[in-house]
């Protein structure tokens, strides 16, 4: 068993019954130093500090795309006087967000948004800022996507991402047959050319990555699906304009 799993799975559990979030979020970060490996960690948060520079440059709202447990959204409410609209398909994710800013005292901040990141409500050029956070990747049809992005989106699109060794065969067979072929790079780039933005992929860095550990306590719990064998991730912050 792996150092973390055991810790992951009691914040886990936290989370899900929507109680404990302080609680949660301590144990989640312990955790992650068993889960994740230190290059991993350390080239993550190497991309946070990155889009967070950038904002403090900028000013406006901040749309966050796929927000998820709002890891970015939190950093970017805490450390620049920037109001963010949090995004996810999910109402039940953004309602546990929104106890978790509540507990912050970060709410005042922040927006919520429930959307289809392929159909948002948004007009055309009406989005000045878009960040997500490893969001990007766990989109199907990116194409569709991109295409959307480009539509709402008149100034700045900053995506940190990390992307699979295209010579990685085992990996990339396994995201092909789930639709995730985003997290190849040629791909993903691709798809932002179709869309006819203007992207590069800058502050890039590379990390050892392994797989994570399912739950020993609560069957079918797990952090995440890929990778399926020990790989090295290229970390970047697609910057498309």
């Known amino acids: 068993m792996r150092s973390g799993q055991p810790i992951c799975t009691i914040a886990l559990w936290f989370w899900r019954s929507g109680g404990e979030y302080k609680q949660a979020r301590a144990l989640e970060k312990l955790a992650e130093k068993g889960i994740y490996t230190r290059e991993y960690r350390a080239c993550w948060q190497s991309q946070i500090e990155y889009v967070i520079e950038q904002l403090a440059r900028a ?12 890891y970015l959204v939190e950093q970017v409410a805490r450390r620049l006087d920037r109001l963010v609209v949090a995004t996810d398909f999910s109402p039940r994710v953004l309602k546990r967000d929104r106890a978790w800013l509540k507990v912050m005292g970060l709410y005042d901040q922040v927006s919520l948004l ?11 050029g009406s989005v000045g800022t878009l960040t997500t956070n490893v969001g990007l990747q766990n989109i199907e049809e990116p194409g569709n996507l991109m295409r959307e ?10 995506a940190i991402s990390h992307f699979y060794p295209e010579e990685d065969e085992t990996n990339a067979r396994a995201l092909r047959e789930d639709g995730l072929i ?26 050892q990555a392994r797989p994570t550990p399912t739950s020993a306590l609560l069957e079918g719990a797990g952090i995440d699906a890929f990778p399926v064998v020990d790989t090295t991730l290229e970390w970047c912050v697609i910057d498309a304009r």
């Open 59 to 70: 000013e406006g709202p901040v749309v966050d795309l796929a927000s998820g447990r709002c």
């Open 182 to 207: 985003a997290l190849l790079r040629r791909e993903a780039l691709r798809s932002l050319a179709l869309a006819r933005s203007r992207a590069k992929a800058v502050n890039v860095c590379r990390g």
């Open 149 to 158: 992005l480009r539509r709402v989106v008149d100034g700045r699109f900053l």
């Open 114 to 124: 429930a959307l289809d990141a392929q159909r948002t409500p948004f007009r055309a």
